[in-house]
């Protein structure tokens, strides 16, 4: 079992940071797959409601404890029989790569029955063009399913209800200025390899 120390808060902290104003004039939020509540906390610092799905009952309760919003449940069947347009805003970050594209189709497609017309939506998930993930990291992880590289989600939000407004890759922790010109020289020498660890697309609920 993962047991939480400081240094988790500390790099969730820096992490979640750039996403938490994209939710800014929300009145209420979904996280799909919340995890231990860091988000939700970030979200709930910034006095914007939020409410967090999550299938493992451990990592539920100890969000809970925290006095989170944080439902123990599988998403999708959660989503499903959920009213519709009771959210203004949804995040998941670090769970569609375990699911098939048909499944992250759906995931989609219950999250803009779920978020009210203009609402948003922000999607993490680690970048497959850099060449540390798509050697070694990504696959390490065995309930990794498939990568979902911008132009595959940006085809997934056009066919779920949603609007594609941003995407960009996105490192949490910028390298010094000697890796920075290390990374430039590889790059120019074999390609754009060395770029952001993860991703992430932000989409807004169309009318």
Request: charged letters at 25%; proline letters at 6%; aromatic letters at 12%.
């Amino acid at each position: 079992m993962h047991i939480a120390d400081y240094r988790d808060q500390e790099v969730a902290q820096r992490y979640f940071k750039p996403f938490v104003p994209y939710f800014q004039n929300c009145q209420s939020v979904v996280e799909v797959a919340s995890g231990q509540g860091y988000f939700m906390g970030m979200l709930r610092d910034a006095k914007i409601n939020a409410t967090g799905i999550e299938l493992d009952t451990v990592l539920a309760q100890r969000s809970k404890e925290k006095g989170l919003n944080v439902i123990n449940a599988n998403f999708f069947e959660w989503l499903d029989q959920s009213p519709p347009g009771q959210f203004d805003g949804a995040f998941a970050s670090h769970i569609v790569e375990h699911f098939s594209p048909k499944e992250v189709e759906q995931l989609f497609a219950l999250l803009a029955k779920a978020v009210k017309p203009g609402g948003i939506f922000v999607v993490v998930t680690p970048n497959i063009a850099n060449i540390r993930r798509a050697v070694g990291d990504f696959w390490r992880d065995p309930t990794h399913v498939r990568p979902y590289p911008i132009p595959v989600l940006g085809k997934l939000f056009s066919r779920t209800g949603w609007e594609m407004i941003e995407a960009k890759e996105y490192t949490d922790r910028k390298p010094s200025i000697l890796r920075s010109i290390q990374y430039g020289i590889r790059n120019m020498l074999i390609g754009k390899y060395w770029v952001g660890d993860d991703l992430y697309v932000v989409g807004k609920r169309k009318s």
